[in-house]
């Protein structure tokens, strides 16, 4: 982030937290709870609206050097992100192109690709190099057989795909102005320091939700208890996304001539709605992913805690530092969180009330939920 608008902030949450405000929406809102249990509505959002939209594969830092791959699903398929020895990064549907077997799991670094079923080797790139027998299938060009690509592209230190594969990709017109603020934060020079995936029993909607909400902080969050400044927060909206600004207690300490001066984010989180369902929370030490996707119906969903810390490199004692970080903020996010979440999640599933409500003190709930709801208007069932 620029230092004039960290400063901006910095002196804007600042100013909330000495007064214990926060930033309020012109009106509180009701939401129709059909909003997050609609069947209809729940499988276009699967099949169409996350299908066709960018959407985060794996920050750059888990797959630095040639060679590096990580298998993760995304919306049931199981998709391979690999780096090429050209320094491309791919990210490739993890299906053999003879009888769909999934050639590669976890995460590494290889050459080739070898599918356990038949032995057909791929390179990082996907392409076939190379199967036993050829003769039996010399009437079938091996270039027209390599690992199915997704549309990809790197950028801002993330790698994003599409998950159908014609339906192209457009980053600079996805990401908007929100994109040259991503491109600030240098992701790209972070170390990856590990990645816990779960099923939480709650509408994706919803879970998403929670990472927009800085109201619940104060009452859910013990283990970072006295970290923050409460639930004080500002809001902005950029394009289709948004930015939610909140405080470390250090800015209690900071007098307002101070804290019009500091340079950087160090008394800020600052947590990034990028449309459909990935939350960047930025803090002076990590930079946290939280990406939500649809589970097996509409009262489930896939909640998975990516941490980068925000350093290029770590000696052995500072990444003994940072693994007990991030031991805290996983807990933070898959325990207190998801604990939250699954109390509402009931709620959501059987609650006779047709309405939620969402409150003047929740402008990002109340921009996703306007956001989403737009796009859900124009579905085609």
Not at 19 to 34: C, G, L, W
Not at 65 to 79: E, K, Q, Y
Not at 99 to 109: L, W
Not at 358 to 370: A, F, S
Request: glycine residues 6%; aromatic residues 8%; charged residues 25%.
């Amino acid at each position: 982030m620029k230092t004039s608008d960290a400063r901006a902030l910095t002196a804007r949450v600042h100013a909330l937290a000495q007064e214990r405000a926060t930033e309020f929406a012109a009106a509180s809102m009701k939401v129709p709870i059909s909003y997050y249990r609609d069947r209809a509505l729940w499988d276009w959002e699967r099949t169409e609206l996350l299908r066709s939209t960018p959407v985060l594969a794996a920050p750059s830092a888990q797959v630095p050097n040639p060679g590096d791959f990580h298998v993760r699903d995304l919306l049931d398929a199981s998709v391979l992100i690999t780096r090429g020895h050209d320094g491309q990064a791919h990210a490739l549907l993890n299906y053999c192109s003879h009888r769909a077997a999934c050639i590669a799991d976890g995460s590494g670094n290889r050459q080739r690709f070898i599918c356990p079923y038949h032995h057909w080797t791929y390179g990082c790139d996907g392409a076939l190099r190379g199967r036993p027998r050829p003769e039996g299938f010399d009437d079938l060009p091996a270039e027209e057989l390599g690992l199915v690509a997704l549309p990809s592209e790197e950028r801002h230190g993330l790698i994003w795909c599409t998950l159908d594969p014609d339906a192209g990709i457009d980053l600079d017109r996805h990401l908007g102005a929100l994109g040259a603020e991503l491109a600030q934060s240098d992701y790209g020079a972070c170390t990856y320091l590990d990645h816990r995936e779960l099923e939480v029993r709650a509408n994706w909607k919803a879970g998403l939700e929670n990472f927009a909400d800085f109201y619940h902080v104060p009452y859910v969050h013990k283990l970072v208890e006295g970290s923050h400044v409460d639930d004080a927060a500002a809001f902005d909206r950029i394009g289709r996304h948004h930015r939610l600004v909140s405080g470390l207690s250090s800015l209690y300490e900071l007098s307002e001539r101070d804290a019009h001066e500091v340079p950087d984010e160090a008394h800020l989180v600052v947590a990034y709605w990028v449309y459909p369902n990935l939350v960047v929370i930025n803090s002076s030490l990590t930079i946290d992913l939280i990406q939500i996707q649809p589970g097996a119906d509409p009262g489930s969903s896939m909640l998975r805690h990516t941490s980068l810390a925000r350093r290029s490199s770590l000696a052995e004692e500072e990444l003994k530092e940072y693994m007990r970080l991030w031991k805290t903020l996983d807990a933070v996010f898959t325990v207190e969180d998801v604990a939250a979440l699954e109390r509402s999640g009931d709620g959501l599933t059987h609650s006779a009330r047709e309405y939620l409500l969402i409150g003047k003190n929740e402008p990002g709930i109340q921009n996703m939920v306007r956001r989403l709801q737009a796009e859900g208007q124009h579905r085609t069932l």
